[in-house]
């Protein structure tokens, strides 16, 4: 089984929908991400959860709600996105603490389209 | 100024070849690096760490200047599976939280 796990791998939604993005993650860690990666960009941090707390929100507009049940499950849910939204969105995870924030494990991503 | 740069490329090899890329950051006060590897349609994985001593992993090695602020990934004897996209990380500095600098990365072809 794969450290993280992302599902759906694509999704496609107009403008008026609600959709969620789901990622778990298997490996222990105690923090986790979403990122966001759009073409020729790189990838730019969107929240960040610490023992399920959300410890960084990087001025994400409010039409993504980020949601950490546990520390093994995160979520991402959508609504009422723009077209501009379209973009691979990662989930990773890393074990907090000095020497661990930066050895992220990415999920596979969501290839979003936002019609 | 961007916080990290890297040339894009791509970067065209013949298998067997040696290769390297650079990439500079801005802020002096960062303190951790790393190249991770992307390859197509895949999540960005980590291949190695910066050390200021510099660091070897088989036919990889990096390189930290922290004088001129750049780091450089040097490969070795291409081989066809090292095509992909090299993501240069540079941490913000100290009391950064969790933020990361990412560079937009630079692409390798190793080709027959």
């Known amino acids: 089984e794969t450290g993280v796990t992302q599902t759906p791998r694509h999704l496609v939604m107009g403008m008026t929908n609600k959709k969620s993005l789901k990622c778990e993650q298997h490996l222990g860690h105690n923090a986790m991400y979403w990122y966001k990666q759009s073409a020729k960009k790189p990838l730019e941090l969107m929240f960040v959860?610490?023992?399920?707390?959300?410890?960084e929100n990087n001025s994400v507009p409010s039409r993504f709600s980020p949601e950490c049940p546990n520390s093994s499950h995160l979520f991402l849910h959508l609504h009422t996105l723009q077209p501009e939204d379209s973009a691979l969105y990662l989930c990773?995870?890393?074990?907090?603490?000095?020497?661990?924030?930066?050895?992220?494990?990415f999920g596979s991503g969501t290839q979003l389209s936002v019609l | 100024r961007k916080e990290v740069e890297q040339d894009p490329g791509p970067f065209n090899v013949p298998e067997g070849a040696t290769v390297a890329f650079n990439c500079t950051y801005s802020n002096s006060a960062s303190q951790s690096f790393f190249w991770y590897r992307q390859d197509c349609r895949k999540e960005p994985k980590l291949l190695m760490s910066v050390y200021s001593s510099g660091n070897e992993d088989g036919r990889f090695t990096a390189q930290l200047n922290r004088a001129s602020q750049y780091i450089s990934l040097l490969i070795r004897d291409s081989k066809l599976s090292d095509s992909a996209t090299y993501l240069c990380v540079v941490n913000v500095g100290p009391n950064s939280g969790y933020a990361l600098n990412f560079g937009k990365g630079t692409s390798l072809l190793v080709t027959p």
């Open positions: 990773a995870s890393s074990q907090d603490g000095a020497g661990g924030r930066e050895k992220l494990f």
């Open positions: 959860y610490s023992l399920e707390e959300r410890v």
